[in-house]
């Protein structure tokens, strides 16, 4: 599982990356000293796991876990053994306290690891196919073949996405992160929290939204920089 890092203190990221380094099954992509460093790396990143600490400076752990997507997966540590019912409520795989044990620390990965692997069979059986140019997604008991050429945007509602094609939608059983990672990037990208589009389709944009055909799309404020900076350089 890729993971992260985010703790305000070096000495517990340091440690914390002496106990992923010692499970085979995580991969560390990095470390980060904030909520707001590590939010904008997994703008372009994706990321499974995330060891997070509760309580630092701006935005805290519980903040945080709140905004971010349900297929990334919250393992709390903090010193403080209060804060676990908070944990509760943003639906962590676990809570550890430090000082952490390794087999403490072990035990709350094979949750996480044993719950990745029954989203990912979740997903397999929403998207059938991945090819170059399409993919099969299941709605109302049938597989659909979209050509990616085809879409417009895809637009995220809770634990369903909806494909919005010319003139069709179809609504399928899957989260937006997850199938953004499967479409090509040359082609699609997220815009805002809810929404990936089609570059290809985009018919024009300002500062503050998107076009395609009738529809209107914002551009969120953490993905602004990212578009114009993606987008732009497609027109270079």
């Not at 990745?116 to 659909?144: G, Q, T, W």
């Not at 399928?172 to 929404?195: C, E, G, Q, W």
Request: proline share 3%.
């Amino acid at each position: 599982m890729k993971c992260i890092i985010v703790d305000d203190e070096p000495i517990a990221r340091k440690g914390m990356k002496n106990l992923v380094d010692q499970i085979p099954e995580l991969e560390l992509l990095d470390s980060f000293n904030s909520a707001e460093a590590a939010s904008m790396y997994m703008l372009n990143h994706p990321v499974e796991l995330i060891f997070l600490d509760i309580q630092m400076p701006g935005i805290t752990g519980i903040e945080f876990a709140k905004n971010i997507s349900k297929d990334t997966l919250v393992i709390f540590t903090t010193a403080y053994s209060e804060y676990a019912l908070d944990s509760y409520e943003v639906e962590a795989i676990d809570y550890l306290v430090k000082p952490i044990e390794a087999d403490r620390f072990r035990k709350a990965v094979d949750k996480a690891i044993a719950y990745h692997s029954l989203l990912l069979s979740e997903e397999k059986k929403s998207v059938e196919n991945v090819e170059d140019d399409y993919i099969f997604v299941k709605s109302d008991r049938k597989y659909f073949k979209v050509n990616l050429k085809d879409i417009l945007f895809i637009e995220g509602l809770k634990d369903y996405v909806i494909i919005q094609l010319d003139g069709q939608r179809i609504i399928t059983k899957l989260n937006l992160k997850t199938i953004h990672d499967m479409l090509p990037k040359s082609a699609f990208l997220r815009v805002n929290r809810s929404y990936i589009v089609n570059k290809n389709q985009i018919e024009s944009f300002d500062n503050n939204d998107i076009f395609i055909k009738n529809f209107e799309i914002a551009i969120g404020n953490m993905y602004r920089d990212s578009f114009f900076e993606d987008f732009m350089s497609k027109k270079s």
